[in-house]
């Protein structure tokens, strides 16, 4: 059974930035898409960004884009999300996701996912 484990977060002001780490475990090689959803009270888990196994392919939602970066790391098996430019709407808990599937129709969708992290929180000061 693979395991997700988040690092990173915290209490930002306002036009910083922060740095998520997810270290991916048991039998990590399994693993092929991957991303990055955030969920606040009484929401719906949204879409951040993913990334393919390639380590190259990634997508964005609308709301991030050229503020936050997702990379990833196939030897140490470390998934990142780097943020900047941090906005008080950005305050989320954020979940990392492992897919053992690659697919480009469904790998911006929450349902293609079946290994989650336990949530790191992301809290943005005006």
């Known amino acids: 059974q693979v395991k997700v484990v988040e690092s990173g977060g915290g209490l930002v002001q306002a036009g910083g930035s922060l740095r998520l780490s997810c270290a991916v475990s048991d039998s990590p090689a399994t693993v092929k898409d991957m991303a990055w959803f955030r969920q606040t009270p009484g929401k719906e888990r949204d879409f951040v960004a993913c990334?393919?196994?390639?380590?190259?392919?990634?997508y964005y939602a609308d709301s991030v884009k050229g503020r936050f970066a997702i990379s990833r790391d196939i030897e140490k098996e470390i998934l990142y999300l780097e943020m900047s430019n941090l906005k008080p709407e950005d305050t989320a808990v954020y979940y990392c996701?492992?897919?053992?599937?690659?697919?480009?129709?469904?790998?911006?969708?929450?349902?293609?996912?079946?290994?989650w992290g336990q949530g790191a929180q992301v809290t943005v000061s005006a």
């Open positions: 990334i393919r196994r390639d380590a190259v392919t990634t």
């Open positions: 996701a492992a897919s053992p599937r690659q697919d480009l129709w469904t790998m911006t969708k929450k349902e293609a996912y079946g290994w």
